[in-house]
C-alpha cells in the first residue's frame, strides 16, 4: 500500500546479503506487525511484505471466521487494526 503524503511512517535502513535498502510502514502497520509477527521465527530475524500480508489474512480469519478472499489488504487492516487496538 502506498503511503499517502503527510501520513506518519517508519522509516529503517537495511542490509541483507550485502545489499541495501530502505523500509518504509505506516506506523500503524508496524504496531500490527509488532502484536502479530514473531519475529525470532522470520528467516534472519526480519519479515518481508509476505510475512505481514499473510499475518495479517490469518489474523482477519480468525477474528471475522470468513475467508479472505476477494478482500483487499486495507479491509483486513481495519478489521485488524481494531480489534488489536494498534
Same mark, same amino acid.
Given at each position: 500500500m502506498p503511503?499517502?503524503?503527510?501520513?506518519?511512517?517508519?522509516?529503517?535502513?537495511?542490509? /541483507? *546479503?550485502?545489499?541495501? /535498502?530502505?523500509? =518504509?510502514?505506516?506506523?500503524?502497520? *508496524?504496531?500490527? &506487525?509488532? =502484536?502479530?509477527? *514473531? /519475529?525470532k521465527e522470520c528467516d534472519n530475524g526480519g519479515a518481508s511484505s509476505d510475512d505481514f500480508y499473510w499475518s495479517v489474512v490469518y489474523k482477519y480469519e480468525e477474528i471475522t471466521g470468513l475467508v479472505s478472499n476477494g478482500k483487499s489488504l486495507a479491509?483486513?487492516? *481495519?478489521?485488524?487494526? =481494531?480489534?488489536?487496538? &494498534?
Open positions: 503511503i499517502e503524503i503527510g501520513t506518519e511512517y517508519t522509516r529503517q535502513y537495511n542490509e /541483507f *546479503d550485502g545489499d541495501t /535498502f530502505t523500509w =518504509k510502514m505506516h506506523t500503524h502497520c *508496524d504496531q500490527i &506487525a509488532q =502484536k502479530l509477527i *514473531d /519475529f479491509e483486513m487492516l *481495519d478489521v485488524v487494526r =481494531k480489534e488489536l487496538g &494498534a
